[in-house]
């Protein structure tokens, strides 16, 4: 199957009409006129993002998702995306079929299309990358920059999962004796992160600043800080994570150890935000309205950077996030 075919069986029915049923050079949108537009854009490399001969419907899956995350964190929803595809020529249609079918899978739940791309044939590694449009009303972006001393610290969601999932793909049984269930939980963690779009429009009205972890909540923390020249103060014991995580990390030598790893590993793509104090309940609330844990981990000080705090001691982490290099089932 050549690159033209690709497109006509597999891509065209997942074009909406903005994308021309890929029949054309370019794709056309217009913006609604009390709406601003929000473009996001991530690629994923073989070898470096994802493992070697790693090709199920959860690649195009997860590199959509992770957009979305990006989306969520900036309060909007999402209308379309573009995609670029660099394929061997070795690929086969069992791979064309389930790339398409991970797409749509991610289309269909959260209601957007492609709107048109690139497909072109390498002789490297396989490289994807989307570039998602979403849209908000205008002037209701929320920013990494407006984080204000005496804000509350929150985050959606659990941590550690994905990292778990990694792990169980690495060493099939975690080195402990789990259900399958939760292994199972771990690596749909890892391979099919939920982005957070369903409290975007009521960050919107609450969150002062935000962003989605993807380089780990340390690090992204510090991203946070920098942008709006605050400290961010984390109860380590107030760090949210699943029930599944917790029965393998009391399986540990030593839990504090382990635990570090969570905060440091990333692909959560959960969100990680402030809000003014006074807003507390309205975020609970919201939590028990929409099903969604949320949970308020910390404050905002004067200062700069990030303090992790266990039994009112200062903890110290690596504030430089992961950085994974894939090689088969090995990382570098």
Known sequence: MNEFEFIEQYLAPLASLGGLGLKD??????????????????TMVEGVHFFKDDFGSSLSSKLLRVNLSDLAAKGASPIGYLLSVALPKTTDEIFFKNFSSGLKEVQDLFDFKLLGGD???????????????????????????????GNSIWVSGTLGDSYLGFKAILEGNLNFD????????FKSAYYRPVPRLIIAKQLRNYATSCIDIS????????????????????????????????RWLKGQSNYNEAFKNFLNWGDDYELLFTADSSNDQL???????????????????????VDIIQDKKLIKFDDSGHKHVFVSNKVL
Not at 178 to 185: A, L, P, R, T
């Open 178 to 185: 789990i259900i399958k269930n939760d292994v199972k939980h």
């Open 25 to 42: 050079d370019a794709a056309i949108l217009k913006p609604r006129s009390d709406m601003d537009l929000i473009f996001t854009k991530d």
């Open 119 to 149: 497909t072109v044939v390498t002789e490297g590694p396989i490289v994807i990358t989307a570039t998602l449009i979403g849209e908000l009303p205008v002037g209701r972006m929320i920013k990494r920059d407006g984080a204000k001393i």
């Open 283 to 305: 975020l609970k609330d919201t939590s028990t309205l929409l099903g969604l844990k949320l949970t308020k981990i910390g404050t905002v000080s004067e200062g700069k950077g």
């Open 215 to 246: 380089d780990g909540l340390v690090a992204d923390a510090f991203h946070l800080s920098d942008a709006s020249n605050v400290k961010l103060i984390i109860n380590f014991e107030d760090i949210p994570i699943s029930d599944q995580s917790e």
